[in-house]
């Protein structure tokens, strides 16, 4: 057998210098003479969309609906009437409890980047009217992974609200348990559970809004323990990632598993919400559980 | 004798260790077993049910391990679905009812990851168990005996007291997956244990755990009497200390116990 057939010229040139006759002609289509972020590419189905457009639909996709990400400081934006609300513990970070090696020049070097101190902002503000508590979680920062300053400030804006008996709404988009703060991260999950079960004892509502991804420690503590829990389309819920139960089973996840739409078929979402519905949706909720015993028909 | 975490993961994992079933047979008497969530089915991973200790009725529940390939097989590795957590919540809501303390027994990889577990609500099954034994008006002590794996240990470890074994290991996931996510190689496991701090001295020192039940040299399969002599000791002392307390007063003990974790 011949060691290296490509050294035949005719092997190596037939396909790759191939012109296919519809390009003749449009040699710039692929890369078109834009500046940049003008136009944005559909990451799901690979529509280029004019970014002013894609923000005024709320960062989705107008042919496939794909939800873009969005950093809390938008979702804040979007949500509050007239964007107008109080932020809490903004410069709230984690002490590194383990030490953990590289952990601390990181976190510095991801803050830097992200504008953000850690993963979530929470703050009070309106939504049509009703004044509510709000957390959200930022994917952007150590994939939205909740360590402590996530669970302190989580905690904190449940004890406020339940000192002002106020409603919770949180957003939740994380990849699970921050690993470097090991255990400490792993309490989170009970210190937040609690707070929200004081909460919940004293009678408030408590909204849970499920966005891409929602998986790991966050699922297993307060992304589940809303009295009502609405899921933006397509978004991934989860305990385990696909990754690794496609590992520990060894075989291929079936299409659509652990998205939205799957969950709510399963009864562990009440409702998915399109994100140009989400302020009414929640500004109605909210509007429903503020009767106190004292209005008539 | 200096045993590093590498070694306390693999001590932690030996099949000759006392499992859940050990315990509850040779601390309590008459442990009628309790079957089922009264949902979905009856998860073999976690046995639970009431027993006395003396003559104080008590809750037990305890995530199994096997003692060889087939009993593993049965047990799932002491891996639960959700079926399990909430029948284990079932039997805590039962405690609280007729005012019986619970005791809990965790030695679990972790929660199980599979296609059932997902469409059950594994997240969610953990979570409510979470949330709802932060208010159970009744103590509750749990000890990790020997592996205690990310969320899945957790969901039976929000307690008023929390032991370990010497050489039990408590930590947010395996080193395994640790690894695979940190250093995208599970082969470094080992590196991992490291700097995880998931021994039972670590835990000590940060305030986590409330002691260490000491074990013989060489592990606790050495001498399963003493182990679990200790174990009854520590969980008499602590039950008497603990059904002593006005529950207003223990709840709120239990809330700043996660609650200062920080």
């Given at each position: 057998m011949n060691k290296n057939p490509f050294k035949f010229k005719k092997y190596a040139t037939s396909q790759i210098y191939r012109v296919r006759p519809k390009d003749i002609g449009r040699p710039d289509e692929e890369k078109p003479n834009v500046p940049e972020g003008i136009m944005t590419k559909c990451p799901n189905c690979k529509k280029i969309i004019y970014t002013k457009l894609l923000l005024k639909n709320f960062k989705q996709c107008d042919e496939c609906g794909y939800n873009f990400k969005i950093s809390a400081n938008e979702r804040f934006a979007m949500l509050l009437d007239d964007g107008d609300w109080l932020e809490y513990d903004k410069q709230l970070t984690t002490k590194d409890p383990l030490n953990f090696p590289g952990y601390a020049d990181k976190l510095v070097k991801t803050q830097s980047q992200t504008g953000l101190v850690d993963g979530l902002v929470t703050g009070k503000g309106k939504i049509e009217g009703s004044a509510v508590m709000l957390g959200v979680m930022d994917a952007a920062f150590f994939m939205g992974s909740m360590g402590t300053a996530i669970g302190e400030k989580l905690t904190r804006l449940f004890e406020r609200a339940t000192e002002e008996r106020l409603p919770v709404i949180v957003f939740t988009a994380s990849g699970g348990a921050r690993m470097q703060e090991g255990i400490f991260s792993l309490m989170q999950m009970a210190k937040v559970s609690g707070a929200v079960a004081k909460h919940s004892e004293a009678g408030l509502l408590y909204i849970t809004v499920l966005t891409d991804p929602t998986t790991g420690g966050v699922t297993a503590s307060f992304a589940m323990l809303g009295d009502i829990i609405l899921a933006e389309p397509g978004a991934l819920i989860g305990f385990a990632g696909p990754r690794v139960i496609e590992q520990t089973i060894g075989q291929k996840l079936p299409e659509?598993?652990?998205?939205a739409e799957f969950l709510l078929e399963h009864g562990f979402v009440d409702k998915i919400v399109p994100r140009e519905q989400l302020k009414h949706t929640l500004g109605t909720l909210l509007k429903m559980h503020s009767y106190c015993g004292e209005n008539q028909i | 004798m200096d045993i590093t975490p590498w070694e306390k993961v693999k001590l932690a994992r030996m099949p000759l260790r006392p499992t859940g079933l050990d315990y509850i047979n040779q601390i309590f008497e008459n442990f009628i077993e309790l079957h089922g969530d009264r949902r979905f089915s009856d998860d073999k991973a976690i046995v639970g049910g009431i027993a006395f200790l003396g003559e104080l009725p008590v809750t037990v529940i305890a995530q199994q391990k096997g003692r060889n390939t087939k009993e593993n097989i049965a047990r799932n590795f002491?891996?639960?679905?959700?079926e399990g957590y909430r029948k284990a919540l079932r039997l805590m809501k039962q405690a609280e009812k007729f005012h019986r303390p619970i005791l809990c027994f965790i030695d679990t990889p972790g929660a199980f990851c599979g296609i059932g577990a997902e469409e059950r609500g594994q997240g969610e099954a953990i979570a409510t168990n979470l949330a709802h034994m932060m208010l159970l008006k009744t103590p509750i002590i749990s000890f990790v005996i020997s592996e205690g794996g990310s969320g899945g240990a957790l969901a039976l470890g929000v307690a008023d007291r929390i032991y370990m074994l010497e050489h039990a290991v408590y930590s947010i996931l395996s080193p395994e997956g640790f690894a695979s996510i940190l250093y995208k190689d599970a082969s470094k496991a080992e590196q991992a244990a490291h700097h995880m701090k998931l021994t039972s001295k670590d835990l000590l020192e940060y305030e986590i755990i409330d002691g260490i039940i000491p074990e013989p040299v060489g592990g606790a399969h050495n001498d399963k009497e003493m182990v679990i002599k200790n174990v009854k000791g520590i969980l008499e002392e602590e039950l008497k200390n603990l059904l002593t307390q006005p529950i207003d007063q223990l709840l709120e003990k239990r809330y700043q116990k996660y609650r200062k974790i920080f």
């Open positions: 659509g598993f652990q998205r | 002491a891996m639960p679905h959700p």
